[in-house]
């Protein structure tokens, strides 16, 4: 099962991670995702100021869990109408949204997420009462507390293929772990065709810009690094000193094994078609988990610049057509000539994920309490804090 599978990767069993799903109203899709589900190393001291300043900011007096034990869990739910899903929900669970958005109502809770930010309405800080007919008081992983973000499952499925804004594409360019309603009717069999289709396109399309970005030989850890660090590059919050300045190396060393295993079939694409990439076991940098090496041959390419989103071939100044078809193979020929492809490609990440962060920032600044607002800034401040007198994973 999905939660046995988090079990195995470094969440402690205990509520299961799909529990959730008996709190809110019904989703098409859902994820949990970040430290509340996958282990990372070294993390003991800056969760510890985490854990501590979530429950001092937000007055909960759960009791304090133990060193190095994350304190909330994080979840994207999609759903096919956010409108009605919010409404719903503040029928069911008032308490999760801002005193300000049940006064204004469902309505205005879309129009921010749609008009400020990405898309992405997030609920955060929410105290973790065990699912209907459990006593719980503690989530996932012993967590006191979860977050989730409300996308409509058109918004996830177009960000996935085309990098919109990367917000969620990059969360599951990650180790995540996914779930489903247990509902087997046709709509839920199309909306999991339609977000595993487009899953596959995002891993794609961050392998290609990941391995377009590194030399001809790299170490398998390198290549972890550069897919990890795309959907983090430019992100504002890094700038203010909200992130763990750690962060990118943490996540690659803490998931190698789930990193390897969610790239496994995209990468055995690439090795079956022109790019020529190969690992050779052994042969990296201690600890490394070995050396590959690929093809940077203008064919190779040519290749890697079919499976990138629209979005970057039109910023890479390549015209691409109304649709998929023959205008994308000529302007990834065309970018793939570039000598400075690269640099290229990665201004346009950070500059996507720049925009994103600061819309959704604004976002959360108006969907809100300031109370809440105050508590998670303090935390995510406390942990980036921390993470400055921590050497970086090795």
């Known amino acids: 099962s999905v939660d046995g599978a988090a079990a195995a990767r470094g969440m402690a069993s205990t509520t299961p991670l799909s529990a959730v ?9 859902a994820f949990g995702y970040g430290s509340g589900v996958f282990a990372q190393p070294q993390a003991s001291a800056s969760d510890d100021a985490h854990a501590d300043a979530v429950r001092r900011a937000s007055g909960d007096a759960a009791s304090a ?5 994350p304190t909330m869990v994080d979840y994207v739910f999609a759903v096919r109408s956010p409108l009605e899903w919010h409404a719903e929900n503040m029928r069911r669970n008032p308490s999760h949204y801002a005193p300000h958005l049940r006064a204004l109502g469902p309505a205005a809770v879309v129009a921010i997420a749609d008009r400020v ?5 997030f609920n955060t800080l929410v105290p973790w009462r ?6 719980s008081t503690l989530g996932p992983g012993h967590a006191t507390h979860y977050k989730y973000g409300v996308v409509r499952l ?28 247990d509902d087997d009717d046709a709509r ?18 961050a392998l290609a810009a990941a391995l377009l970005t590194l030399p001809e030989t790299f170490s398998a850890e390198a290549l972890r690094v550069a897919l990890v660090g795309l959907s983090y590059r430019g992100d504002v919050r890094t700038w203010l000193g909200a992130e763990d300045r750690h962060k990118v190396a943490r996540i690659a060393a803490g998931s190698a094994a789930a990193m390897d295993a969610l790239y496994a079939p995209v990468a055995a694409e690439a090795r079956a078609a022109s790019v020529g990439l190969t690992r050779v076991e052994g042969n990296g940098p201690r600890g490394s988990g070995g050396a590959w090496g690929q093809d ?15 979005s970057a071939l039109g910023a890479l100044g390549e015209r691409t057509g109304p649709g998929p078809g023959p205008d994308d193979a000529e302007a990834a020929a065309r970018a793939a000539s570039r000598r400075d492809l690269g640099p290229a490609l990665l201004r346009h990440v950070d500059a996507t994920v720049r925009r994103s962060s600061l819309r959704q920032i604004a976002a959360s600044a108006l969907a809100t ?7 998670y800034a303090a935390a995510k401040f406390a942990k980036s804090a921390a993470s400055r007198f921590r050497k970086p994973p090795r």
Do not use: Y
């Open 369 to 375: 309490s300031p109370g809440k607002a105050a508590a």
């Open 65 to 69: 869990p133990t060193r190095g034990t």
């Open 154 to 181: 058109d918004t996830l499925c177009d960000d996935l293929k085309e990098w919109r804004s990367l917000f969620l594409a990059g969360r599951m360019q990650k180790p995540v772990a996914a779930f489903e309603p």
């Open 21 to 29: 799903l008996e709190v809110v109203p019904e989703v098409e899709h």
């Open 296 to 310: 940077k041959s203008q064919a190779a390419t040519r290749f890697l610049c079919r499976w990138l989103p629209r």
């Open 130 to 135: 065990g699912a209907a007919d459990a006593g």
């Open 117 to 121: 930010g990405v898309g992405v309405h």
């Open 188 to 205: 839920d069999k199309n909306a999991r065709a339609a977000v595993a289709a487009a899953s596959t396109a995002n891993l794609r399309a």
